[in-house]
């Protein structure tokens, strides 16, 4: 068995640093169980939990890690592997082996974690917790604290959350160095899809090839593939359409490194040699929207202002080709972008894709004073508060042709003051366009990571000859 790992130090001083933070009682960071797909021994591949990756590095099943603020005491607890596991599993580290590994002293049998933290819980000493996600991991959770599944989220540590995600929000320089490689495998996979592609082929073949990159290159996906000629539909699964002349390729996709970095870009790119005059147009509406919002970003700029900065840039462009109407920047104040760019131009990237996502979306995209926007569009914007050095993000605009929502809007008569629904009625069928890349703050401004793709439409025509 093979450890992907930083060195010591690294973990021990992230564990000092939030037992600091913290300060009082325990703190009890769950690992993840393999989990079951269809029958208990067929089970999903293993992915431990990134909060557990970053203070503890292991990344094997059924641990888990206590901190005990007060006394410094540091225990992780596991099960060592008998003669049973070994004939299927081959030899495994021992536990303590393990633990020594990333800077840990103690080890315990998984069996007493329940005792010992309801022996803390009936000594009057606090449990922090982070909310858990994972079926097994609520389940044990309730019976350890005596609670219900529903009442875990009454005891979750506001105070734990908030000083996980000041540590795990600044990327430090080994994080980068792997996010830097997550995104150039990530690069790669887009590569797979622009040069393989011909007409007449099914959406899976393409995507098989973008999965073949990221799996040669030693790692996995980061997320499921979006590969679609239907690239308004924002979540599209679906691979089985045939792709033809004249239709566009909306491919987001992304790979984790075997540390567990992710990378996440998308391209758009036509399935013939060329894209259509209109393609063309919609297109460079997009990556002007794209270059505007990389521009912006910088130590101090609220992402709330890029995403509303990069709304005005599409609605700019929108004018030029007649589908939209009056002063964009007062457009987009009245939500008129929203019925093209339905969802956020970006989020954190990190250990997971939508980085720290189980943690709550208030406190890692907003702030005490920065609320969450309950309006369309606006709530589906996952980060909106100042940019830090060492944050890593995507910036993603898009134009999303949704036939539905038209008709939605077409029906309330909404903004047609803004909005000439006579022209759009002319691009129904036109589609989607999203251009997705992934950006390090740095002091003075940002740095795109990974190695080129091609987004202009020279560049992409030229990968499509
Ligand atoms: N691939 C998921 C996203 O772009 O947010
Ligand atoms: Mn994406
Ligand atoms: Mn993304």
């Known amino acids: 068995m093979h450890l992907h790992l930083f060195d010591e130090l690294v973990y021990t001083k992230r564990r000092q640093k939030l037992s600091a933070n913290v300060g009082d009682g325990l703190i009890l960071l769950m690992g993840n169980e393999d989990s ?86 009936d000594t009057g000493r606090r449990i922090h917790i982070l909310p858990p996600y994972r079926p097994e991991n609520k389940i044990k959770l309730a019976e350890w604290l005596q609670l219900s599944i529903a009442g875990l989220q009454e005891v979750v540590s506001l105070k734990l959350i908030k000083a996980v995600i000041a540590q795990r929000e600044c990327k430090d320089a080994n994080e980068i160095a792997e996010m830097e490689a997550a995104v150039s495998v990530s690069v790669d996979m887009h590569l797979a899809a622009m040069q393989y592609t011909r007409p007449g082929m099914k959406e899976y073949e393409i995507a098989a090839k973008v999965e073949e990159a990221a799996l040669a290159a030693g790692g996995r996906l980061s997320y499921p593939t979006i590969l679609t000629i239907n690239g308004q539909v924002l979540h599209n699964h679906f691979h089985g359409n045939q792709v033809a002349e004249g239709h566009m390729v909306l491919c987001d996709a992304g790979a984790e490194t075997a540390m567990h970095y992710a990378g996440d870009l998308t391209r758009t790119f036509p399935v013939g040699k060329q894209f259509t ?66 969802c956020g131009l970006g989020h954190m990237i990190g ?71 006579n022209t759009l009625a002319g691009y129904r069928d036109f589609g989607g366009i999203r251009i997705e890349d992934n950006f390090v703050i740095t002091e003075t401004g940002s740095r795109k990571l990974g190695k080129e793709l091609p987004k202009t439409i020279a560049a992409v025509e030229a990968l499509r000859q």
């Open 351 to 421: 250990l997971d894709v939508h980085d720290m996502e189980d943690l709550g979306e208030q406190y890692v995209g907003y702030s005490d004073t920065l609320k969450k926007s309950t309006e369309f569009g606006w709530k589906s914007l996952r980060l909106g508060r100042e940019l830090q050095t060492g944050f890593v993000l995507t910036v993603e605009p898009g134009i999303y042709i949704i036939p539905e929502l038209i008709d939605r809007w077409v029906a309330e008569h909404k903004l047609s003051n803004f909005v000439d629904y």
């Open 36 to 121: 079951s797909m269809n029958y208990a021994d067929n089970t999903y591949p293993f992915r431990q939990d990134s909060t557990f990756l970053y203070y503890a590095g292991i990344d094997i099943a059924g641990l888990a890690l206590v901190l005990d603020t007060e006394s410094g005491e540091e225990t992780l607890f596991g099960r060592e592997a008998g003669i049973d596991d070994i004939i299927w599993t081959g030899p495994l580290p021992s536990l303590q082996d393990l633990a020594t590994k990333v800077g840990i002293a103690k080890t315990k049998p998984y069996a007493q974690l329940g005792d010992v933290l309801k022996k803390a819980k």
């Open 277 to 342: 005059t209109r393609q063309r147009e919609m297109y460079q509406v997009v990556l002007d929207a794209l270059d505007h919002a990389a521009g912006l970003l910088q130590p101090g700029i609220q992402y709330k202002e890029v995403h509303t900065q990069a709304s005005v840039k599409l609605l700019e462009g929108l004018k030029n080709l007649g589908l939209v109407k009056g002063d964009p920047a007062e457009a987009v104040a009245a939500g008129v972008h929203t019925l093209f760019f339905q």
